[in-house]
């Protein structure tokens, strides 16, 4: 590990290594997912509740192989790596696979192919015995019940087999990292009913698989259990597999174990997700697109000791992620304000409080991203605890005052003023390097992060003729989020009875917003550059990261209208959403992960900025671009991002291979882009319901929001498109709630 040239014992800042990833002799893509194979091409089907998660081929296999996802995973370690049905030797035919609406649930029905005697002669017809394979995660756990049932009208004897195995591998080494060293994994522990397979890390930690089935198979060994099913006619039989990550107590009964287990995890999802506001249309292609947004969010929040809490996305995401959650929190927070409550109050406890180089902390900055598997434990990647993300701070202040505004809730903040402050002194102090005024980052070794932004590919910071920026790296958006950041602090010292201390932190914004002014914005471009480098020259790139300026209402108004000009470009905007990186641009590559793709969350973000400035129409056009996107994709999910290329007539947008789905802030931008569009506000204090010159896309005559909370109060409201006006109707209302329209 290189240590940083002042030194860490020093009490100052210190600075960490500025160089770009080729600088500092590192391999700029060793954290890179590869893309030896496509999650869009596998369309997998995905599970998950707490800290596990299932990934799924749409028969309910998990096929081992190399480049594959697939299997059962528990903080961050893959418990089972295959697992493979097969019927009388042979693979079943696929009828059909999907999830249940709200995804407790996965469905796969299957059928048997012909099956052949040794002499090829048939002896079952297809399609005449079928499979129905229903399973679902509850603590740490997945059952499955599968049902086998005979159309034929004759008897059959048949063989059924699941084959199974795991390796124990930690997520990093999924995803493409090589160890030269691993643990020891243990012989497996086969009995009557159950496998018991086992590994221990080097890390000093034994993690355990248990397969138990009911009935007892017939024939069962270290990989493979065999049951023979005797099938009358228009008979039925019943086989229950219950996957364990980790010992389990034991009960006398499977079956009662499973279906307790489904009503708890459907009465659980059902609490939380009642929380939220409900949204129905005159669409009803779009109301399942948002029944699937709110079922996807929901499904990657995770119950803390703190709160709900989402982790980023399936499958190379689902932990903890600050940037991740504090935005998905800002998406929702007008649905579902207990979710910011959760991110809040876990981001806090686990705010960093001393320097510590491998993991980029520094006094008062908010988590990156926290690991809980082996390579982490034993420092083969630096992210157990990591804070290599720039914009987490300021996000997390901002958060904690739009929280306040929506909730009015005085009694967290005070509670939580403390890392507030402290997050606001890192802004000043660690998080800008040279007392410029500006944030800027740099790794503390070469093991981090090379660019920490949200855009954190080892290429995705470069100037104009196509140079990777040196740093450390002032990026626009950053400066943005640390504008919004003052302001909030503004804000809550205000509601806390400290004008004193608000106005101080107004001044700093207003301050910020003249510099930034002068020092972002490119006449040339007609837009903000994408970063200011360690020599203060600026990245002239129309990227964007532009629109996040206007996101917090960093840009003065002039610069505002340019810049919206500028984004919806068909140069940027390629019909589906506005690219990260506008065609043209040095590097621009509509296929690459941050030069030209397509992020539905920072999309949402955009258009949350297009409305802050009176830009409805631009807001409603990216709105119905994302819209159209994802009635092309499987469930209707939109994904973590998709390629750049230009929308077409009559075909669907094209897709990025790795592509996590779903991700916690994609399947939250739908949801962010209604309230864009309706220029929707929320006053806690107040108990205020505003609409501010809202517009709805040509696709949606009547928006119906129920159960939209506010203050101690709630109010069902429609909303209908009549002509270029939208009408507000308040259909119900308890409490005393205010709803006002500003036309």
């Known amino acids: 590990m290189n240590r940083s040239d002042d030194g860490m014992d020093a009490p100052a800042t210190p600075r960490g290594a500025d160089a770009t990833t080729e600088e500092a002799g590192a391999n700029p893509e060793r954290f890179a997912i590869p893309a030896a194979a496509s999650l869009h091409e596998r369309r997998p089907r995905t599970l998950k509740h707490g800290d596990t998660f299932a990934v799924f081929d749409h028969s309910g296999d998990a096929i081992a192989g190399p480049g594959s996802p697939e299997g059962i995973y528990h903080r961050d370690t893959r418990h089972l790596s295959h697992l493979h049905l097969t019927l009388g030797g042979a693979r079943p035919i696929l009828l059909s696979s999907s999830l249940r609406d709200d995804n407790i649930a996965l469905i796969c029905d299957l059928s048997n192919p012909d099956l052949s005697d040794e002499h090829g002669t048939?002896?079952?017809?297809?399609?005449?015995?079928?499979?129905?394979?229903?399973?679902?995660?509850?603590?740490?756990?997945?059952?499955?019940?599968?049902?086998?049932?005979?159309?034929?009208?004759?008897?059959?004897?048949?063989?059924?087999?699941?084959?199974?195995?795991?390796?124990?591998?930690?997520?990093?080494?999924?995803?493409?990292?090589?160890?030269?060293?691993?643990?020891t994994l243990h012989e497996p522990t086969v009995e009557a009913d159950r496998v018991r397979l086992a590994y221990d890390g080097l890390d000093g930690v034994h993690r355990a698989t248990v397969i138990r089935f009911e009935p007892e198979p017939h024939s069962i060994a270290a990989n493979r259990a065999q049951f023979r099913l005797d099938l009358e006619p228009r008979s039925r039989k019943t086989l229950i597999v219950r996957i364990s990550c980790g010992e389990?107590?034991?009960?006398?009964?499977?079956?009662?174990?499973?279906?307790?287990?489904?009503?708890?995890?459907?009465?659980?999802?059902?609490?939380?997700?009642?929380?939220?506001?409900?949204?129905?249309?005159?669409?009803?292609?779009?109301?399942?697109?948002?029944?699937?947004?709110?079922?996807?969010?929901?499904?990657?929040?995770?119950?803390?000791?703190?709160?709900?809490?989402?982790?980023?996305?399936?499958?190379?995401?689902?932990?903890?992620?600050?940037?991740?959650?504090?935005?998905?929190?800002?998406?929702?927070?007008?649905?579902?304000?207990?979710?910011?409550?959760?991110?809040?109050?876990?981001?806090?406890?686990?705010?960093?409080?001393e320097f510590d180089p491998v993991a980029d902390a520094e006094p008062g900055k908010i988590l990156h991203e926290v690991r809980q598997g082996e390579m982490a434990e034993l420092g083969e990647v630096p992210f157990r605890h990591y804070y290599g993300s720039i914009d987490s701070t300021p996000l997390f202040v901002m958060t904690a005052g739009a929280y306040l505004e929506r909730t009015g809730d005085t009694a967290l903040l005070e509670t939580l003023w403390p890392n507030i402050e402290a997050a606001l002194n890192w802004i000043e102090r660690h998080g800008d390097r040279d007392g410029d005024g500006y944030v800027e980052y740099g790794r503390h070794t070469d093991e981090g992060l090379a660019n920490q932004g949200w855009k954190d590919s080892h290429d995705s910071i470069f100037h104009g003729d196509g140079a990777l920026a040196v740093g450390p790296i002032a990026l626009a958006e950053v400066q943005a989020y640390v504008y919004g950041a003052w302001q909030a602090a503004g804000s809550i010292l205000s509601s806390l009875g400290d004008v004193e201390g608000a106005a101080v932190y107004r001044t700093k914004a207003e301050a910020l917003r003249d510099r930034f002014d002068r020092d972002y914005f490119d006449e040339e471009l007609g837009t903000y550059v994408l970063a200011l480098d360690g020599r203060k020259q600026p990245c002239r790139v129309r990227s964007s990261n532009?629109?996040?300026?206007?996101?917090?209402?960093?840009?003065?108004?002039?610069?505002?209208?340019?810049?919206?000009?500028?984004?919806?470009?068909?140069?940027?905007?390629?019909?589906?959403?506005?690219?990260?990186?506008?065609?043209?641009?040095?590097?621009?590559?509509?296929?690459?992960?941050?030069?030209?793709?397509?992020?539905?969350?920072?999309?949402?973000?955009?258009?949350?900025?297009?409305?802050?400035?009176?830009?409805?129409?631009?807001?409603?056009a990216v709105f119905e671009g994302l819209f159209a996107a994802s009635t092309y994709v499987d469930l209707r999910r939109l994904p973590e991002l998709f390629c750049g290329f230009a929308r077409r007539p009559a075909q669907g947008p094209t897709f990025y291979p790795v592509s996590c789905i779903p991700q916690a802030w994609a399947a939250a931008a739908p949801l962010f882009l209604i309230q864009s569009s309706l220029g929707l506000s929320l006053d806690g204090a107040a108990g205020q319901i505003a609409f501010d010159e809202p517009h709805l896309p040509e696709f949606l005559d009547d928006v119906l929001l129920r159960n939209l909370t506010v203050g101690e109060g709630r109010a069902d409201i429609m909303l209908h498109r009549s002509g270029n006006k939208v009408l507000v109707d308040v259909r119900k209302r308890e409490g005393d709630v205010r709803v006002i329209t500003r036309v």
């Open 546 to 620: 532009a629109g996040h300026v206007l996101f917090t209402g960093l840009a003065f108004p002039e610069r505002a209208a340019q810049t919206a000009r500028t984004l919806m470009e068909p140069a940027s905007f390629s019909g589906w959403g506005i690219r990260t990186i506008a065609a043209g641009q040095p590097r621009y590559n509509p296929m690459s992960y941050h030069n030209g793709s397509i992020w539905p969350h920072e999309n949402a973000i955009i258009a949350a900025g297009l409305s802050r400035y009176g830009f409805r129409k631009e807001a409603t």
């Open 248 to 353: 389990v107590a034991e009960g006398a009964s499977l079956r009662r174990e499973l279906i307790r287990a489904y009503r708890s995890a459907r009465r659980s999802l059902r609490d939380s997700s009642s929380r939220a506001a409900s949204i129905l249309s005159s669409n009803e292609v779009f109301n399942r697109s948002a029944q699937r947004s709110v079922a996807d969010t929901y499904m990657l929040v995770t119950e803390t000791p703190y709160g709900p809490y989402p982790y980023a996305g399936i499958p190379w995401f689902s932990t903890v992620f600050g940037r991740d959650a504090l935005i998905t929190a800002l998406e929702t927070l007008w649905l579902d304000p207990e979710i910011a409550r959760g991110v809040l109050r876990y981001l806090a406890v686990h705010q960093a409080r």
């Open 122 to 183: 048939t002896v079952l017809s297809n399609d005449l015995i079928h499979i129905r394979r229903v399973r679902f995660l509850w603590q740490g756990a997945m059952y499955e019940r599968l049902t086998v049932g005979n159309y034929d009208s004759v008897a059959h004897s048949l063989s059924l087999e699941l084959y199974f195995e795991s390796d124990f591998a930690d997520l990093f080494e999924v995803r493409g990292s090589k160890r030269e060293r691993r643990g």
